[in-house]
Structure formats: structure tokens, C-alpha cells
């Protein structure tokens, strides 16, 4: 692996501050060992977000440029991988069913959650709260909104686990995991059909089934129906998890803002923008492949080339954030970009924020003598370029 790319795995934000400071795009090799070119700072990597010149589809990377997690069609007709007039198309469709109404409706089945969780792990006055409590949560409120019924929950955990961090001496974990994802959702999605429910899933058939019989030109494709239900479990999972995991370690190794947050609840929502600034779940942005030869930052991309844009080297850069590595819940003017910008905006934000404030609220009003349970540098991170989580968080409260 490239030492360039290494040490942003075990130092992100050291490794990203000389990298800031030595040019705006630097030509690395990625941890497939092919040529990415890494964006760093922050006006380049917003304005990269929305420009169009950047493709998401596979097809507009040179032969031989991109080695990605090969995934079944089926899987793999997703907004990750696509770039107007299709991700517009669906991106329209989805809406429909993914509405603020049913996520605003999820607030008290989150808080019920949260406090049943908890109700687990109160009497052990010890906890892993990865294993125990951010990664249980998501799984339960995306797999609600789904539709998916809860014997089948402990195996989509396992599953979006083998995929999110996949071992590279075992990649038959993966590739199991994938085919297992793929026929569980082609199955539930067929007796959906058949039996209908109140949730997300059944409504995106709906919408699929609807447009069929009218043979409408925007119609959802079956493979389209399948790959959503897939990006909208495995992103809704994993982020949601990372953001709380990562927040929650920001306030237990900065004593003072923790007491601010204890004294005022209030300050929450604004806390989690922080959160998602100073330590968030996705440190990249997903692959773009340039369209044609592009200037970023006075730096020429040719075309066909791999692009990364460094959202967490851009949530930290001094020209944009005042004293950027200190955690602040009072800070203003927070426009960071832990969420993307422009078309590709994260689609499931709005339940990422309510899930992160809901439990982090019931967290620290449960738990107020909450404490890590060991020192904070014995704390391992996933090892992976593409997402900053941790594999474990043992407190004591």
C-alpha cells in the first residue's frame, strides 16, 4: 500500500493536514495499488461534489484504472454508481416513498429502541457501545423502515459487517455475504408483493409495480428496486453507526464540551453537525471517474482517471473553519460536508441526525457518570481508507 495512503488510515488528520499544505490534489495509488487522485482541500472538494465533469458510472474509467468490490447487477444499479438522466430518475422514485412524514414518524420508535437498549446494559455497569448500542440501533430502525422482519435482523448485521471492513485473506466472506443479501432480498421483496406492509420497501414496490403496468419511461427497473433496498440498509447502517460510535468518543475526551451538551440538551442538533464535521463517518466521498482532462486546484486530472474527494481532510481545513481541530457544539456558520453537496447529498441525512441526537441524548441522561473504560489510545479503528468507525468503544457508567 502506498505509505501516503497508510498513514491516513492510522493518522487521517495529521496525514491530511501535510497534505493540505503541500498542493490542492496529489497522484497516490489506492489501496487496490491503482492511481487515485486524492482532493484535499476544502473549496476544491465542494466544488468537485456538484461538478458534473466528475462520473459516478463505472463506464467513464479508463481500462485498467478501477478495481472495485465487484457486486451482481442486481446490487450494483444503485445512486452510488450512477449520474444523470438515470440518478435523477430514481433519485425522483425514491422520494416518493422515502418522505420527511415516514422519517419523522420514526421518532419515537428510535427513542424506544434507544431506551430498550439501554434498559440491556444498565445493570452491567460495563459496555462495549459499538456491539451493545450504535450498532443495534440503526440495524433496527433501518431494517423498521424496510419492512424486514426481525428474525432475519442478526444476519443483516453480519452481512453489512463482512462487507463494510472485508477481510482480504478471506474474500469468500464477502462474496457470501453478497450472494446471501442478494437472495434474501429478492425473496422478501416477492412476498411483499403478495402481502404488502406499512413500510419503505413495500411502498418502493409499489412504486415499481405501478409504473410497470403503465409502461412509463422513468420506471423502475427490478435490478433499480433491489440495489435501493440494498444501498438504503448498508449506508443507513454503517454511517449511522460510525457517527454515533465517533461521537460519542469526541465527548468523552473533551470533558468540557460534554458537560456543555449536560447542561443544555439543547444544544444538540448543532452538536451533531459538529460531530459529523470534526470526526465523521466517511472520511471520502464515493469514487468519481473524470469525464474529460479537468483542472482541481490548478492540478490536471486526465480523463478516465480515479478521483477521492477527502471529505474529512476538507471538514478540517483552516481556510474554511476557525481552529478546525477543536471540537466545538457551539460552533457557527458549520457548513461541512461529512454529508456531501450538490445532487449526490446523502438521501438518508435526515434520519442519520435524528438517530445521532436521539441517542445520544438518552445516552448521556441515562449514564451521568459515563467514562471510557480504557485509555483513549487503546482504541482501535476500522483499518480502511474508506470509512472511520470504531471496532470498539468499552465504557463504564
Not at 482541500?41 to 481500462?63: C, E, G, I, S, T
Not at 445512486?79 to 422514485?93: A, E, K, Q, S, W
Not at 415499481?208 to 433491489?226: K, N
Not at 470526526?279 to 477521492?308: C, H, Q
Request: aromatic share 6%; net charge negative; proline share 9%.
Amino acid at each position: 500500500m502506498d505509505p501516503t495512503v497508510k498513514a491516513l488510515i492510522t493518522d487521517p488528520y495529521g496525514g491530511y493536514a501535510r497534505l493540505r499544505a503541500e498542493a490542492p490534489a496529489h497522484r497516490v495509488l489506492g489501496p487496490d495499488g491503482l492511481p487515485v487522485w486524492l482532493v484535499t482541500r476544502y473549496p476544491d472538494v465542494r466544488q468537485a461534489l456538484a461538478d458534473p465533469r466528475l462520473a459516478l458510472d463505472k463506464a467513464h474509467a479508463a481500462p485498467g484504472n478501477y478495481r472495485g468490490f465487484a457486486l451482481p447487477p442486481a446490487l450494483d444499479a444503485n445512486l452510488l454508481n450512477m449520474d444523470p438522466p438515470d440518478h435523477t430518475r430514481i433519485r425522483r422514485l425514491v422520494s416518493r416513498a422515502f418522505t420527511p412524514r415516514r422519517i419523522t414518524a420514526l421518532h419515537a420508535p428510535i427513542e424506544r429502541v434507544a431506551e430498550q437498549l439501554l434498559d440491556r446494559i444498565e445493570p452491567l455497569g460495563r459496555a462495549d457501545l459499538i456491539a451493545d448500542y450504535a450498532a443495534p440501533l440503526p440495524i433496527t430502525v433501518i431494517c423498521d423502515l424496510l419492512g424486514v422482519p426481525e428474525d432475519a435482523r442478526q444476519d443483516f448485521r453480519a452481512w453489512t459487517d463482512a462487507l463494510i471492513a472485508p477481510d482480504p485473506t478471506r474474500p469468500e466472506q464477502a462474496r457470501a455475504a453478497v450472494k446471501a443479501m442478494l437472495g434474501f432480498f429478492t425473496g422478501l421483496i416477492e412476498r411483499k408483493r403478495t402481502e404488502p406492509g406499512d413500510d419503505l420497501l413495500s411502498d418502493l414496490i409499489a412504486v415499481r409495480d405501478e409504473q410497470d403496468a403503465g409502461d412509463r419511461p422513468d420506471r423502475l427497473s427490478e435490478d433499480e428496486l433491489t440495489s435501493l433496498a440494498f444501498l438504503i440498509l448498508f449506508a443507513g447502517y454503517e454511517n449511522t453507526v460510525h457517527l454515533i460510535g465517533n461521537a460519542v468518543l469526541a465527548l468523552l475526551t473533551h470533558a468540557e464540551q460534554l458537560a456543555a451538551l449536560r447542561a443544555e440538551p439543547g444544544l444538540i442538533d448543532g452538536a451533531v453537525e459538529e460531530f459529523a464535521r470534526f470526526d465523521g463517518p466517511a472520511p471520502l466521498a464515493i469514487r468519481r471517474f473524470a469525464r474529460e482532462d479537468l483542472a482541481i486546484g490548478g492540478v490536471t486530472v486526465p480523463k478516465g482517471e480515479t478521483v477521492l474527494l477527502a471529505l474529512a481532510s476538507a471538514n478540517r481545513d483552516p481556510e474554511q473553519f476557525t481552529d478546525p481541530d477543536r471540537l466545538d457544539l457551539r460552533r457557527r456558520e458549520n457548513g461541512h460536508l461529512a454529508l456531501g453537496h450538490g445532487i449526490h447529498y446523502c438521501l438518508g441525512a435526515p434520519l442519520a441526525r435524528m438517530e445521532t441526537a436521539l441517542a445520544l441524548t438518552a445516552l448521556l441522561r441515562r449514564f451521568p457518570a459515563l467514562a471510557l473504560d480504557v485509555p483513549a489510545e487503546r482504541l482501535r479503528h476500522r483499518p480502511t481508507l474508506r470509512a472511520r468507525g470504531l471496532l470498539e468503544l468499552p465504557v463504564r457508567y
